[in-house]
């Protein structure tokens, strides 16, 4: 009986054949310009959240409350909360739309290679939504309601007070969709 090992020596090595794993810190880096937009879409939110708190007494609405005029009868910042989402939809439901807006950061997370996050254009996309969905998910959590500030009227129409997350969440799911409809079927 031969105990003896058989010889490979003509097999190539074993790390030449499967791709060494990427380090964490290059897996973060290949998503740096979502990382970087998150940012700060989340830092310029929360800082114009900061200031609209220290400037306005919550609830003010109409210019005669205390509002801000920026443009007579065209734009105000007020501070408002809303505890729904967009338009109010699903008011009162602040903490079920925060468990929703984790859950949402996970499946990006968790499909971001089914997402395309590896195309430049796609994270710029997700950087802008991951920013606003992380601001509205902090005052959530935080105030119980997301502060809105952003008011403005179109005659006698009064479009829904917002934003920066918002604009962050729509600009991104926006660019998505152009992505998804311009881009070639791989």
Not at 25 to 39: C, E, F, N, P
Not at 101 to 120: E, K, N, Y
């Amino acid at each position: 009986m031969d105990l003896r090992l058989p010889d490979n020596s003509s097999a190539p090595p074993a790390s030449s054949t499967a791709a060494a794993p990427r380090a964490w810190s290059d897996r973060i880096l290949a998503y740096r310009t979502l990382w970087a937009l998150a940012v700060i879409v989340f830092v310029l939110d929360q800082l114009t959240k900061t200031w609209i708190v220290s400037k306005l007494d919550f609830p003010t609405y109409w210019p005669h409350e205390g509002a801000i005029t920026i443009v007579e009868g065209f734009f105000y910042l007020v501070h408002v909360g809303n505890t729904g989402a967009a338009w109010s939809l699903f008011a009162g439901q602040s903490a079920f739309l925060a468990i929703l807006a984790g859950i949402t950061l996970l499946g990006i997370f968790f499909w971001r290679r089914h997402l395309g996050l590896h195309d430049r254009r796609v994270q710029i996309a997700f950087g802008l939504l991951c920013g606003g969905i992380v601001g509205n998910f902090f005052d959530r959590v935080l105030h119980g309601h997301v502060i809105d500030f952003l008011d403005f009227h179109f005659g006698d129409y009064i479009y829904p007070t917002f934003n920066f997350a918002d604009v962050g969440i729509c600009a991104g799911v926006i660019l998505y969709l152009w992505h998804s409809f311009t881009e070639p079927a791989d």
